[in-house]
């Protein structure tokens, strides 16, 4: 009974409450007739504040059945929508399609709908989401607007042409579809950005072809696998994710036309890219291509396409030398150029093609930035209050993070890909590394002397998240920013030249050099070992004390051999006439032992023998190396036969080529440790060189002094940041 007086009188009191917030009650095949008969008379549309409520009876064709698993009697669109699952994300609650399809408007009219709303055909499901579609359509202005938001309402968007598209306060899935100007609206107040959000609220365009999007005070949006020109979102919005689009630059879409001279022009193509201010929740950037689709069309073709965009025919017009900057209009001035060009054959035209870029500023909880790849990117007076995670970016040129607020050092990821800071100015890059002479003519201007020294603060931002996460990078950021500060420390003494200046410039250049701004000791300690071996090997031709190598040295030993091959005397004659004197005192030591043995304790004799035994065993050893080596055998050279003379001569010859190569070791040897002494102790007292290369020795164990405590500093700034 109850159940009964629910259905006769509280359905009734919904449905006449509901028609009577409205001015209108349309059906969807009247919507459908009145927008076709609108597009075929070359009329606006316009519908205000009514009910588009679905007829059972009469409106049955335009439903759309996306769940029914019988293929055999669906339409196109309906399987198609199917068999991809576009629309998938409503799964979780009932939804009614009511698809217009093949509407065609011409250029220049408007469609409105203004306050209306999509009845449900149940009113007890209140779960339920009424879909208006519209297929394969085109539009010059369509526009969808609302004082507030219903989530049981969205429209969708499907291989459709638009011209400008404005969506204020309507959810909306756009898809497959050509759209010049997408413009979304909402009224989303920076109290409420933290509140939650279903995912049902979210906003998508996917999968379309976009000149410019701009996006406000919208929840939450999602553009994915789009071909854009531009793009802006301003917040607040809790959810903004961005994957997989392409952003492109054209040359139809300019910005202005300079005239530098009586015959040479600029024109600067228009901001592309992606541009994100005001406060957000989350958000998401993944997989996004930012990249120059420039054609190779001659400058005439490409300024008569552009001529054509605008439909405008000028007349001839002369232009003297700079009057051509006065014409304020862009289409004056495009089609001025033209004409100009019909009657100049000199012209000169420079495009100046503005890279897309992404750019950041305002607030937001959580930022992710990954796989990216594009020209530049630019996070600025930028405040990240819980977690940020860059990641796999290809940035071409440069980076931006001027004023930007960390969070937690604990709670960013940042790879290499995020640290190569630098701005443009004046159409050129620069990275703060730029030699005086690059920059000679801009070196004094503010702005320029303003951006070097934020590059400074924007690397020091990134010391101290990589030091507090002992992040490997912090040994190439800290390169990066001192790399700067030395090219500061250039331009100040072209400036300013002074001796002070000189030396802070090439100081700085010589630890660049040598132990990369000291985050490098051991290609420092490399450099010392460098050093070392090239004074060595300066050391190997001059005469030291501790090997006695010379000419008067060399010249004796050929004496020798003179005196072996031209005498009958044996090589032990020759080589131990100086061992005679040595021997005869061991022999005079032994005797002296044998002698008072019996006035001597045991024990010292025994510590006694081994003193001249052992010499004399090296003595016998030498001895007996010598007569095994023995080739005349008491006769001269000319006593030998022929076939002994070319045996002995190249034994002799090989004994003369290692003999020399024993001396080039001894004296390589000797010239190192010389070179080592001389390097790593100051001061140390008798050098074994005379002359110049005592000098020079001295020379190296300053070098060395200097070295050595550059390495020590750098080692120890490791450790310590281990």
């Known amino acids: 009974m109850k159940k009964l007086l629910y259905f006769l009188l509280v359905i009734p009191m919904i449905v006449f409450s509901q028609n009577s917030n409205f001015e209108r009650t349309i059906s969807i095949s009247q919507l459908n007739d009145e927008l076709r008969n609108a597009a075929v008379n070359g009329e606006d549309y316009t519908l205000n504040n009514a009910l588009i409520r679905y007829d059972s009876i009469i409106d049955f064709k335009y439903k759309l059945n996306v769940h029914n698993d019988d293929k055999s009697d669906v339409s196109p669109t309906e399987l198609l929508l199917k068999e991809n699952n576009k629309w998938s994300y409503y799964s979780h609650r009932a939804e009614n399609f009511y698809l217009i399809e093949g509407v065609e408007f011409s250029e220049g009219s408007s469609v409105t709908f203004s306050n209306c709303r999509i009845s449900q055909e149940n009113l007890l499901k209140g779960n339920t989401c009424n879909v208006l579609f519209f297929a394969n359509c085109k539009f010059s202005l369509l526009e969808f607007s609302s004082d507030s938001i219903y989530y049981s309402q969205t429209l969708h968007l499907s291989s459709t042409n638009v011209d400008e598209l404005i969506l204020n306060n309507i959810i909306s899935d756009i898809r497959n579809s050509n759209i010049n100007y997408l413009n979304l609206i909402g009224t989303l107040d920076e109290n409420d950005i933290h509140d939650s959000y279903s995912y049902r609220d979210r906003i998508r365009v996917n999968e379309n072809n976009i000149n410019t999007i701009r996006s406000q005070k919208v929840r939450s949006i999602e553009i994915i696998n789009n071909n854009i020109l531009n793009a802006s979102v301003i917040g607040p919005t809790s959810y903004l994710e961005i994957t997989n689009n392409n952003f492109h630059t054209k040359r139809r879409a300019f910005d202005k036309i300079y005239q530098k001279s009586i015959s040479e022009f600029e024109i600067k193509s228009l901001h592309s890219g992606l541009n994100i201010r005001g406060d957000f929740e989350d958000i998401r950037l993944k997989s996004n291509n930012y990249f120059d689709l420039i054609s190779n069309n001659s400058k005439t073709y490409i300024l008569n396409e552009l001529s054509e965009k605008f439909k405008l025919v000028y007349s001839k017009v002369a232009l003297d030398e700079f009057k051509f900057n006065k014409i304020r209009d862009r289409e004056d001035q495009l089609n001025s150029l033209i004409s100009y060009m019909n009657e100049k054959d000199s012209v000169e035209i420079n495009f100046l093609d503005v890279h897309p870029s992404v750019y950041i500023s305002g607030s937001t909880n959580n930022l992710v930035i990954q796989d990216d790849s594009l020209d530049n990117i630019t996070l600025k007076n930028l405040e990240i ?284 040897f000797n010239s190192l440790i010389l070179s080592i002494n001389a390097f790593s102790t100051l001061g140390f007292g008798q050098i074994p060189v005379n002359g110049f290369t005592k000098y020079v020795a001295i020379i190296e164990g300053f070098v060395g002094w200097f070295f050595l405590s550059i390495f020590l500093v750098s080692l120890l700034n490791q450790m310590i940041n281990i």
């Not at 998240?465 to 992040?471: K, L, P, Y």
């Not at 051999?561 to 040595?582: G, M, V």
């Open 385 to 668: 209050k819980e977690s940020l995670e860059i990641t796999n970016l290809d940035i071409r040129n440069f980076v931006s993070i001027e004023g930007i607020v960390f969070p937690n050092p604990n709670h960013v990821v940042i790879d290499s890909s995020f640290i190569n800071i630098g701005f443009r100015q004046d159409h050129t890059l620069y990275f703060g590394t730029e030699n005086y002479e690059e920059v000679s003519l801009i070196v004094k201007d503010e702005a320029f002397i303003s951006s070097m020294n934020s590059i400074i603060v924007q690397y020091r931002d990134l010391i101290r998240i990589f030091a507090t996460r002992g992040s490997d990078l912090l040994g190439d950021v800290t390169y990066k920013m001192k790399s700067v500060l030395t090219t500061k420390k250039q331009y100040d003494y072209y400036l300013n030249p002074s001796i002070e200046n000189w030396f802070n410039w090439k100081g700085n250049l010589f630890l660049k050099w040598y132990s990369d701004y000291g985050q490098n000791p051991f290609k420092a300690l490399s450099y010392c070992f460098w050093t070392m071996i090239y004074f060595a090997g300066f050391y190997f031709f001059f005469y030291s004390d501790w090997d006695k190598i010379n000419k008067q040295f060399l010249m004796s030993k050929f004496d020798s051999l003179i005196l072996y091959f031209s005498s009958n005397k044996k090589l032990e004659d020759i080589y131990f006439k100086n061992d005679k004197t040595i021997t005869e005192s061991y022999v005079d030591f032994q005797t002296s032992i044998e002698e008072n043995k019996t006035f001597l304790p045991s024990f010292v004799i025994l510590l006694a023998k081994p003193l001249y035994k052992f010499s004399l065993i090296r003595i016998y050893v030498r001895k007996r190396l010598f007569n095994s080596a023995e080739i005349l055998s008491e006769r001269t050279w000319l006593e030998l036969s022929k076939n002994k003379r070319v045996l002995f001569g190249f034994v002799t010859l090989m004994i003369i080529f290692l003999y020399i190569i024993y001396l080039i070791l001894v004296r390589g």
